[in-house]
């Protein structure tokens, strides 16, 4: 599909978003129209997922095309420095610039050993909430000779992270958090209160989403997940002794903190569709990683099971894509695939070093034949490679340390299928080398 010229284009990133939580997804405990509207009116990739199912990692694959690997990063913990020169020349913020984009950031950074501004990007907000959009909307509004590059990186459903550690802050590093993260509270505080005029009883039997299928930790469980759990106290304190009611009200409030991030990309959309911009705007929905929310009694992230791994992944642009699309098949891995997505779009050469690929043949022809049959995740404690059935993880440490889930199956993860496919088992085998020999 020819395009007669460069479009404007918006990159929307939440932080701490699950696959699931959207409307549209048959989620009837969460109301996100903003987001629908996007999968309407573009096409929804149901096989999405981040390259590290944690922020750090995510972000610096999102905003360089690489693994984390490619720098030493696992976790929210860097210590090497500094980032090499050609991650940094080769920015999307300063590729975006340089291919007549006026180019701007606003919201959560949280790079390793970098800011925002070194990968090329104007900052207009260091807000991450209603602020941002504000910004946003004065970004938008300039006027401007050449077309625009925006990314709103907006901070929820993140506040979540804050219910566990508020319920156990007994270490340091947990009390620190809280002093630091006062207005995280206070917006998690807004998000456990139950609806006006609704009882108690009412509430849990009509309002509060139940606990999921895999509420339970999985049978033979491997010893890489309690590594996970025990490296925060807090973590520990809520598998350990959390009610059902306290998971229950944990998946509420997620619940509400997705839909205020929804309203605020609303107000985005609104700013585009009020300056008729939004049909000729190529916007790009994804989140950095998703929360376990009560699967497997764990919250947070990290650990290599879906609710962590598998994320949104949206793409609208009504003048030239086709509406109302939804991908099933492609596996997409948003931190490799985002910048040759862009540039493709926006005419602009990808650096010959990225694996990834561009999206763009899938949005216009629905099909690929030379698309990926598998893809790596990354975490501190283990890797993962994911095919079209299957899912086949190692864990670094201890006993059952590897893992493949039939998906089809067993969507929740429940159990080691590894002695059922001994053929898959040897395929994914030598598949996870390929990627992590």
């Known amino acids: 599909m020819k395009m007669d010229k460069k479009p404007n284009i918006l990159f929307i990133l939440t932080d701490q978003q699950s696959f699931s939580m959207m409307s549209c997804m048959g989620n009837q405990y969460v109301k996100t129209p903003a987001i629908d509207s996007l999968a309407k009116d573009g096409i929804r990739f149901d096989r999405a ?46 590729l975006m610039e340089e291919g007549g984009y006026d180019v701007g950031y606003g919201g959560k950074v949280h790079l390793p050993k970098m800011g925002i501004e070194d990968l090329g990007f104007p900052v207009i907000s260091k807000d991450e909430r209603d602020i941002l ?45 809280l002093k630091n993260g ?28 139940p606990l999921p299928a895999n ?11 309690a590594e996970i759990i025990n490296k925060r106290l807090f973590k520990k304190n809520a598998r350990e002794n959390f009610t ?21 990309i609303a107000g985005i959309l609104e700013t585009l569709k009020k300056n008729n911009l ?103 404690f283990g890797r993962m490679v994911i095919t079209k059935d299957f899912k086949y993880a190692l864990y670094d440490n201890g006993d059952h340390k590897e893992q493949l889930y039939d998906i089809n199956n067993d969507p929740g993860e429940m159990k080691n299928s590894k002695n059922d496919f001994p053929e898959e088992l040897t395929r994914h085998q030598k598949i996870y080398q390929q990627y992590f020999s």
């Open 49 to 94: 997922y981040c390259t590290n199912p944690v922020c750090t990692p995510s972000r610096f694959s999102l905003l360089t095309g690489l693994m984390p690997s490619a720098i030493d990063v696992r976790s929210n913990e860097f210590k090497r420095e500094p980032v090499p020169s050609y991650i940094i020349d080769n920015g999307l913020g300063r």
């Open 133 to 177: 959009v504000e910004d946003c909307t004065k970004f938008i509004e300039q006027s401007r000779d050449k077309p625009f590059f925006l990314t709103a990186s907006l901070i929820n459903p993140h506040d979540i992270c804050y219910m566990a550690i508020r319920e156990h802050p007994v270490d340091e590093p947990q009390v620190s958090i």
């Open 182 to 209: 006062q207005v995280e509270v206070a917006e998690l505080e807004v998000a456990l209160e139950l609806p006006e005029g609704v009882s108690k009883k009412e509430f849990f039997e009509s309002y509060c989403p």
């Open 215 to 225: 509420y339970l930790p999985q049978a033979d469980e491997p010893d890489g997940i």
């Open 244 to 264: 059902e009611k306290q998971w229950r009200m944990h998946r509420w409030a997620y619940s509400k903190l997705t839909e205020r991030v929804d309203r605020q």
């Open 278 to 380: 939004y049909d000729n705007t190529l916007i790009i929905f994804t989140s950095d990683h998703g929360d376990l929310d009560a699967s497997h009694k764990m919250e947070h992230k990290t650990a290599l099971y879906d609710e962590a791994c598998h994320i949104p992944f949206i793409i609208s642009y009504p003048d030239q894509l086709k509406k109302n699309v939804i991908d099933t098949n492609h596996l997409i891995s948003n931190g490799l695939d985002l910048i040759p997505t862009i540039c493709d779009f926006a005419g602009i050469k990808t650096p010959d070093y990225l694996e990834g690929k561009s999206i763009r043949p899938l949005c216009e022809k629905n099909n690929d034949s030379k698309w990926r049959e598998h893809l790596q995740i990354e975490s501190e």
